[in-house]
């Protein structure tokens, strides 16, 4: 699995299972306006862990379909005296197990995002002060571009260009709010959207990695970075 869409299934896993325990609490405190707010919520993750899913096995939906036939019938199982339908019941399983079976045997078609290695491993020459400065190219042809430094214990990230971008339709209102929701802020002219991020360095690398993945695959289409994406280095020594 490619390590932005690894550490972007692994947040909101953990975003899940935070919104079913605050469910689960305000429900037992007859909470249950704030339950229905938190099942929104929840209900936008799994639509989003749904998709990443499917991003990394395009056979993902069909196999989470039998096995949740396959529990069903188990559960029914359970309750069932009657051996003619227990039969029934079994030979229907093991066809939804054979099934699965023979999907987990095909070769898994993903979509693979660049080289998360190498990124993870520039972003860490940065702030190790071993690099200047470089740029993540999202899409050449559209100038589309995070540039990367690292200064007083602070990681800038600026997308440059805001106003060719909104004008080619690149950026519109809605991708505007998602950056700034990732805390991203548009300077005074409009030009640049800029996120700054201070403590450990490990800490503000883990973050940056969970911001970079939902940029790739929730603000923009993921599919249009394919083969586009590189990086570009700026060595410390260079004037």
């Given at each position: 699995?490619?390590?932005?869409?690894?550490?972007?299934?692994?947040?909101?896993?953990?975003?899940?299972?935070?919104?079913?325990?605050?469910?689960?609490?305000?429900?037992?405190?007859?909470?249950?306006?704030?339950?229905?707010?938190?099942?929104?919520?929840?209900?936008?993750?799994?639509?989003?862990?749904?998709?990443?899913?499917?991003?990394?096995?395009?056979?993902?939906?069909?196999?989470?379909?039998?096995?949740?036939?396959?529990?069903?019938?188990?559960?029914?199982?359970?309750?069932?005296?009657?051996?003619?339908?227990?039969?029934?019941?079994?030979?229907?399983?093991?066809?939804?197990?054979?099934?699965?079976?023979k999907l987990n045997q095909l070769p898994k078609l993903?979509?693979?995002?660049?080289?998360?290695?190498?990124?993870?491993?520039?972003?860490?020459?940065?702030?190790?002060?071993?690099?200047?400065?470089?740029?993540?190219?999202?899409?050449?042809?559209?100038?589309?571009?995070?540039?990367?430094?690292?200064?007083?214990?602070?990681?800038?990230?600026?997308?440059?260009?805001?106003?060719?971008?909104?004008?080619?339709?690149?950026?519109?209102?809605?991708?505007?709010?998602?950056?700034?929701?990732?805390?991203?802020?548009?300077?005074?002219?409009?030009?640049?959207?800029?996120?700054?991020?201070?403590?450990?360095?490990?800490?503000?690398?883990?973050?940056?990695?969970?911001?970079?993945?939902?940029?790739?695959?929730?603000?923009?289409?993921?599919?249009?970075?394919?083969?586009?994406?590189?990086?570009?280095?700026?060595?410390?020594?260079?004037?």
């Amino acid at each position: 699995m490619d390590e932005n869409l690894n550490t972007l299934i692994k947040y909101y896993e953990e975003e899940k299972s935070n919104l079913l325990q605050l469910i689960d609490d305000f429900v037992k405190e007859q909470e249950y306006e704030f339950a229905d707010y938190h099942s929104k919520a929840l209900r936008q993750v799994n639509y989003s862990l749904q998709t990443l899913y499917n991003i990394d096995d395009r056979l993902y939906d069909e196999k989470a379909a039998r096995l949740k036939n396959i529990a069903y019938m188990e559960k029914l199982m359970e309750s069932e005296s009657s051996e003619l339908m227990k039969k029934s019941l079994t030979k229907i399983i093991q066809t939804e197990k054979d099934g699965l079976d023979k999907l987990n045997q095909l070769p898994k078609l993903n979509f693979s995002f660049g080289n998360a290695t190498i990124f993870k491993d520039t972003l860490k020459n940065l702030v190790d002060k071993e690099i200047k400065n470089f740029n993540l190219i999202l899409n050449k042809a559209d100038n589309l571009i995070l540039k990367f430094s690292y200064h007083n214990k602070k990681l800038k990230v600026t997308l440059p260009f805001v106003k060719q971008h909104i004008k080619k339709y690149i950026l519109h209102d809605d991708t505007l709010n998602k950056f700034l929701n990732l805390g991203f802020m548009l300077t005074d002219n409009n030009c640049a959207l800029i996120l700054r991020l201070t403590g450990k360095k490990e800490a503000v690398i883990d973050k940056l990695k969970i911001i970079i993945s939902k940029i790739v695959f929730e603000v923009f289409w993921f599919k249009s970075f394919d083969n586009e994406s590189y990086i570009q280095i700026t060595d410390k020594d260079r004037r």
